[in-house]
Protein backbone atom coordinates (compact mmCIF):
# COMPACT_ATOMS: atom_id res chain seq x y z
CA UNK A 1 0.00 0.00 0.00
CA UNK A 2 1.61 3.80 -0.80
CA UNK A 3 -0.55 5.51 1.68
CA UNK A 4 -0.51 5.21 4.91
CA UNK A 5 -2.68 6.72 7.98
CA UNK A 6 -2.52 10.29 9.68
CA UNK A 7 0.59 10.50 11.28
CA UNK A 8 2.16 8.65 8.83
CA UNK A 9 1.11 10.88 5.39
CA UNK A 10 1.46 9.91 2.06
CA UNK A 11 4.48 11.10 0.57
CA UNK A 12 4.08 10.02 -2.54
CA UNK A 13 0.92 8.37 -2.83
CA UNK A 14 -0.52 11.21 -4.10
CA UNK A 15 0.63 14.34 -6.76
CA UNK A 16 1.34 17.49 -5.41
CA UNK A 17 1.89 16.97 -1.77
CA UNK A 18 5.48 17.15 -1.61
CA UNK A 19 7.88 19.94 -2.33
CA UNK A 20 11.75 19.38 -0.87
CA UNK A 21 12.72 22.87 -1.57
CA UNK A 22 13.35 26.29 1.22
CA UNK A 23 10.53 28.49 0.10
CA UNK A 24 12.86 31.21 1.68
CA UNK A 25 10.43 33.38 3.14
CA UNK A 26 12.57 35.87 4.84
CA UNK A 27 14.49 36.86 1.16
CA UNK A 28 10.81 37.97 0.50
CA UNK A 29 11.11 41.43 1.28
CA UNK A 30 14.55 42.00 -0.07
CA UNK A 31 13.05 43.54 -3.50
CA UNK A 32 16.54 44.84 -4.67
CA UNK A 33 18.49 41.85 -3.55
CA UNK A 34 15.99 39.06 -5.07
CA UNK A 35 15.80 41.47 -8.85
CA UNK A 36 19.37 40.85 -8.90
CA UNK A 37 19.24 36.97 -8.37
CA UNK A 38 16.20 37.27 -10.82
CA UNK A 39 18.78 38.38 -13.53
CA UNK A 40 21.67 36.24 -12.09
CA UNK A 41 22.31 33.83 -15.00
CA UNK A 42 22.99 30.49 -12.11
CA UNK A 43 19.60 31.32 -11.42
CA UNK A 44 16.62 29.11 -12.19
CA UNK A 45 13.33 30.18 -13.89
CA UNK A 46 9.97 27.91 -14.44
CA UNK A 47 8.01 30.01 -16.76
CA UNK A 48 4.17 28.46 -17.31
CA UNK A 49 1.06 29.19 -19.86
CA UNK A 50 -1.82 30.85 -18.82
CA UNK A 51 -3.50 28.10 -19.30
CA UNK A 52 -1.55 26.52 -16.48
CA UNK A 53 0.85 24.39 -19.18
CA UNK A 54 4.06 23.18 -17.75
CA UNK A 55 7.33 22.82 -19.86
CA UNK A 56 8.43 19.65 -19.67
CA UNK A 57 12.01 18.46 -20.55
CA UNK A 58 13.52 15.38 -21.72
CA UNK A 59 14.21 13.41 -18.66
CA UNK A 60 12.00 13.98 -17.77
CA UNK A 61 11.53 16.97 -15.55
CA UNK A 62 10.32 20.32 -15.55
CA UNK A 63 12.34 22.70 -18.01
CA UNK A 64 13.84 25.71 -16.02
CA UNK A 65 15.47 28.32 -17.62
CA UNK A 66 18.41 30.25 -16.41
CA UNK A 67 17.40 33.69 -15.15
CA UNK A 68 18.46 37.07 -16.83
CA UNK A 69 17.93 41.00 -17.32
CA UNK A 70 14.78 40.24 -19.78
CA UNK A 71 12.96 37.75 -17.84
CA UNK A 72 13.54 39.78 -14.69
CA UNK A 73 12.14 43.38 -16.10
CA UNK A 74 9.14 41.46 -16.60
CA UNK A 75 6.69 39.82 -13.99
CA UNK A 76 7.92 36.79 -11.35
CA UNK A 77 7.11 35.39 -8.63
CA UNK A 78 10.16 34.12 -6.00
CA UNK A 79 9.61 30.55 -4.99
CA UNK A 80 12.37 29.78 -3.13
CA UNK A 81 15.58 27.56 -3.13
CA UNK A 82 16.42 23.72 -4.24
CA UNK A 83 20.36 22.32 -4.42
CA UNK A 84 21.75 25.50 -4.19
CA UNK A 85 19.60 27.50 -6.94
CA UNK A 86 17.12 30.04 -6.12
CA UNK A 87 13.80 29.97 -8.42
CA UNK A 88 11.65 32.00 -9.76
CA UNK A 89 8.22 31.80 -11.98
CA UNK A 90 7.64 33.83 -14.22
CA UNK A 91 3.83 34.99 -14.19
CA UNK A 92 4.16 37.48 -17.18
CA UNK A 93 3.43 35.46 -20.85
CA UNK A 94 6.34 33.33 -21.99
CA UNK A 95 8.50 33.97 -24.74
CA UNK A 96 7.71 33.20 -28.31
CA UNK A 97 11.28 31.21 -28.66
CA UNK A 98 11.11 29.04 -25.73
CA UNK A 99 11.77 25.47 -26.57
CA UNK A 100 10.02 22.75 -24.75
CA UNK A 101 7.34 20.12 -24.48
CA UNK A 102 4.00 22.01 -23.14
CA UNK A 103 2.23 19.99 -21.35
CA UNK A 104 -1.17 20.07 -18.88
CA UNK A 105 -1.07 19.97 -15.81
CA UNK A 106 -2.24 17.05 -15.02
CA UNK A 107 -0.12 15.16 -17.44
CA UNK A 108 2.83 16.70 -16.37
CA UNK A 109 2.32 15.72 -12.79
CA UNK A 110 1.71 12.02 -13.68
CA UNK A 111 5.42 11.86 -15.27
CA UNK A 112 7.08 14.20 -12.65
CA UNK A 113 8.71 13.52 -9.87
CA UNK A 114 7.09 14.46 -6.79
CA UNK A 115 9.64 16.98 -5.26
CA UNK A 116 8.96 18.44 -8.99
CA UNK A 117 5.07 17.88 -9.04
CA UNK A 118 5.21 19.86 -5.51
CA UNK A 119 6.72 22.76 -7.36
CA UNK A 120 4.89 22.89 -10.26
CA UNK A 121 1.78 23.26 -8.37
CA UNK A 122 2.90 25.84 -5.65
CA UNK A 123 3.77 28.07 -9.07
CA UNK A 124 0.53 26.90 -10.78
CA UNK A 125 -0.66 28.42 -7.85
CA UNK A 126 0.94 30.96 -7.66
CA UNK A 127 0.66 32.29 -11.26
CA UNK A 128 -3.67 31.49 -11.67
CA UNK A 129 -3.29 34.05 -8.43
CA UNK A 130 -1.07 36.61 -10.14
CA UNK A 131 -3.07 36.83 -13.61
CA UNK A 132 -6.69 36.99 -11.77
CA UNK A 133 -5.99 40.16 -9.77
CA UNK A 134 -3.62 42.31 -11.74
CA UNK A 135 -6.20 44.84 -11.00
CA UNK A 136 -7.17 46.18 -7.21
CA UNK A 137 -10.61 44.49 -6.29
CA UNK A 138 -11.41 47.74 -4.56
CA UNK A 139 -10.77 50.91 -6.81
CA UNK A 140 -9.45 48.82 -10.41
CA UNK A 141 -6.01 50.30 -10.32
CA UNK A 142 -3.16 48.36 -11.36
CA UNK A 143 -1.80 46.37 -8.68
CA UNK A 144 2.26 46.35 -7.55
CA UNK A 145 3.45 43.20 -6.37
CA UNK A 146 5.08 42.97 -3.67
CA UNK A 147 6.77 40.29 -0.99
CA UNK A 148 9.04 38.65 -3.79
CA UNK A 149 5.39 38.42 -5.45
CA UNK A 150 3.47 37.12 -2.79
CA UNK A 151 1.45 40.05 -1.77
CA UNK A 152 0.03 42.75 -4.15
CA UNK A 153 -0.64 46.23 -3.10
CA UNK A 154 -2.96 48.75 -4.97
CA UNK A 155 -0.94 52.01 -4.96
CA UNK A 156 -4.04 54.33 -5.10
CA UNK A 157 -5.84 53.19 -1.87
CA UNK A 158 -3.63 50.50 -0.32
CA UNK A 159 -5.79 47.57 -0.68
CA UNK A 160 -3.56 44.65 -0.31
CA UNK A 161 -4.32 41.35 -1.51
CA UNK A 162 -2.44 37.44 -0.50
CA UNK A 163 -2.51 34.28 -2.72
CA UNK A 164 -5.73 32.14 -2.01
CA UNK A 165 -6.40 28.90 -1.35
CA UNK A 166 -9.87 27.33 -1.75
CA UNK A 167 -10.54 24.37 0.82
CA UNK A 168 -12.27 21.77 -0.37
CA UNK A 169 -13.59 18.45 1.42
CA UNK A 170 -13.15 15.08 -0.44
CA UNK A 171 -14.31 12.10 1.36
CA UNK A 172 -15.34 8.74 1.94
CA UNK A 173 -18.45 7.49 3.57
CA UNK A 174 -18.17 4.25 5.01
CA UNK A 175 -21.36 1.82 6.61
CA UNK A 176 -19.22 -0.68 8.14
CA UNK A 177 -17.00 -2.37 5.24
CA UNK A 178 -19.04 -0.57 2.22
CA UNK A 179 -18.00 2.26 1.05
CA UNK A 180 -19.99 5.24 -1.28
CA UNK A 181 -19.02 6.03 -3.94
CA UNK A 182 -20.54 8.66 -7.02
CA UNK A 183 -20.64 9.40 -10.71
CA UNK A 184 -20.40 13.02 -11.80
CA UNK A 185 -22.64 13.39 -15.21
CA UNK A 186 -19.03 14.23 -17.89
CA UNK A 187 -16.85 11.88 -16.43
CA UNK A 188 -15.43 9.12 -18.79
CA UNK A 189 -17.69 6.30 -18.67
CA UNK A 190 -17.58 3.57 -15.81
CA UNK A 191 -15.19 6.68 -13.13
CA UNK A 192 -16.39 6.58 -9.58
CA UNK A 193 -14.90 8.08 -7.03
CA UNK A 194 -15.54 10.04 -3.59
CA UNK A 195 -17.58 12.66 -2.86
CA UNK A 196 -16.16 16.31 -2.37
CA UNK A 197 -17.05 19.84 -2.09
CA UNK A 198 -15.92 23.35 -1.50
CA UNK A 199 -15.72 24.39 1.85
CA UNK A 200 -18.62 27.43 2.66
CA UNK A 201 -17.55 30.80 4.35
CA UNK A 202 -18.13 30.67 7.92
CA UNK A 203 -18.02 26.77 8.08
CA UNK A 204 -16.16 23.76 9.58
CA UNK A 205 -14.87 21.14 7.46
CA UNK A 206 -16.83 18.91 9.52
CA UNK A 207 -19.85 20.67 8.68
CA UNK A 208 -18.85 20.73 4.79
CA UNK A 209 -18.28 16.70 5.22
CA UNK A 210 -21.43 16.34 6.57
CA UNK A 211 -23.86 18.91 4.35
CA UNK A 212 -22.07 17.79 0.99
CA UNK A 213 -22.47 14.08 2.07
CA UNK A 214 -26.52 14.89 2.63
CA UNK A 215 -26.72 17.29 -0.44
CA UNK A 216 -25.08 14.95 -2.95
CA UNK A 217 -26.20 11.84 -1.73
CA UNK A 218 -29.02 12.22 0.68
CA UNK A 219 -26.91 10.01 3.46
CA UNK A 220 -26.17 11.42 6.84
CA UNK A 221 -23.03 11.22 8.66
CA UNK A 222 -22.59 11.69 11.89
CA UNK A 223 -18.71 11.84 12.34
CA UNK A 224 -15.38 12.04 10.35
CA UNK A 225 -12.20 11.57 10.41
CA UNK A 226 -9.03 13.81 8.96
CA UNK A 227 -6.87 11.37 7.08
CA UNK A 228 -4.68 13.99 5.12
CA UNK A 229 -4.53 16.77 2.45
CA UNK A 230 -3.59 17.57 -0.82
CA UNK A 231 -2.27 20.80 -2.95
CA UNK A 232 -5.02 21.26 -5.73
CA UNK A 233 -3.75 23.66 -8.20
CA UNK A 234 -6.81 23.83 -10.70
CA UNK A 235 -6.24 26.20 -10.15
CA UNK A 236 -5.67 26.65 -6.81
CA UNK A 237 -7.94 24.38 -3.92
CA UNK A 238 -6.65 22.25 -0.66
CA UNK A 239 -8.00 19.08 -0.79
CA UNK A 240 -8.85 17.98 2.75
CA UNK A 241 -9.62 14.30 3.07
CA UNK A 242 -11.87 12.45 5.65
CA UNK A 243 -13.43 9.52 5.79
CA UNK A 244 -16.94 9.56 7.41
CA UNK A 245 -19.61 7.01 9.37
CA UNK A 246 -23.08 6.84 7.89
CA UNK A 247 -25.63 6.54 10.21
CA UNK A 248 -28.83 6.88 7.30
CA UNK A 249 -27.51 4.96 4.15
CA UNK A 250 -30.16 5.48 2.03
CA UNK A 251 -29.41 7.79 -1.59
CA UNK A 252 -31.62 10.59 -2.81
CA UNK A 253 -28.98 12.35 -5.35
CA UNK A 254 -29.18 16.19 -5.37
CA UNK A 255 -27.96 18.07 -8.50
CA UNK A 256 -24.30 17.29 -8.75
CA UNK A 257 -24.25 13.19 -9.42
CA UNK A 258 -26.18 11.20 -11.86
CA UNK A 259 -25.53 8.25 -9.30
CA UNK A 260 -24.20 7.51 -6.31
CA UNK A 261 -24.29 3.97 -4.82
CA UNK A 262 -22.85 1.95 -1.62
CA UNK A 263 -19.86 -0.62 -2.72
CA UNK A 264 -18.74 -3.46 -0.85
CA UNK A 265 -14.84 -4.03 -1.35
CA UNK A 266 -15.13 -7.57 -3.13
CA UNK A 267 -17.79 -6.54 -5.76
CA UNK A 268 -15.79 -2.76 -6.29
CA UNK A 269 -12.82 -5.25 -6.78
CA UNK A 270 -14.87 -7.16 -9.21
CA UNK A 271 -16.52 -4.52 -11.12
CA UNK A 272 -12.71 -3.40 -11.70
CA UNK A 273 -10.92 -6.13 -12.57
CA UNK A 274 -14.44 -6.43 -15.08
CA UNK A 275 -13.10 -3.31 -16.59
CA UNK A 276 -16.62 -2.00 -15.39
CA UNK A 277 -15.10 0.44 -12.75
CA UNK A 278 -12.97 2.95 -13.19
CA UNK A 279 -11.17 4.69 -9.71
CA UNK A 280 -9.74 8.02 -10.31
CA UNK A 281 -6.33 8.27 -11.62
CA UNK A 282 -3.33 7.46 -9.29
CA UNK A 283 -2.46 11.36 -8.52
CA UNK A 284 -5.83 12.29 -7.05
CA UNK A 285 -6.38 11.83 -3.16
CA UNK A 286 -9.09 10.34 -4.09
CA UNK A 287 -7.63 7.14 -5.23
CA UNK A 288 -5.32 7.38 -2.30
CA UNK A 289 -8.40 7.51 0.06
CA UNK A 290 -10.49 4.25 -2.12
CA UNK A 291 -7.05 2.35 -1.51
CA UNK A 292 -6.86 2.81 1.94
CA UNK A 293 -10.64 1.34 2.44
CA UNK A 294 -9.67 -1.32 0.05
CA UNK A 295 -6.35 -1.85 2.49
CA UNK A 296 -7.92 -2.08 5.45
CA UNK A 297 -11.04 -3.94 4.85
CA UNK A 298 -10.37 -6.11 1.86
CA UNK A 299 -6.23 -6.24 2.47
CA UNK A 300 -5.96 -5.83 -1.44
CA UNK A 301 -5.05 -3.10 -4.17
CA UNK A 302 -7.31 -2.76 -7.19
CA UNK A 303 -5.82 -4.27 -10.34
CA UNK A 304 -6.85 -1.79 -13.05
CA UNK A 305 -6.40 -0.08 -16.56
CA UNK A 306 -5.83 3.42 -15.56
ZN1 LIG B 1 -7.25 50.17 -4.95
Do not use: K
Not at 137 to 143: D, E, I, K, L, Y
Not at 177 to 187: D, M, N, V
Not at 269 to 285: F, K, M, N, Y
Amino acid sequence: MRGSRPGGPPPGGYAFATAAFDRGVELRERHEHLQRLAADPSSRWLLLREDGSAPVADGPGLHWQPGSPELAAGEWVFLGRQDGRVLFAGVGGVPQDLAAQWLDLRAAAAMLDAGQAGLLAYARALGAWRSRHRHCGRCGARNQAESGGHRLRCPDCGNTSFPRTDPAVIFLVRDGERALLGRQPGWPPGRWSTLAGFVEPGETLEAAVVREAHEEAGVVVDGCRYLGSQPWPFPASLMLAFEARAVETSIRLGDELEAARWFAPDELLAAIAAGEVRLPPRLSISRWLIEVWLAEVAGRQPVDRE
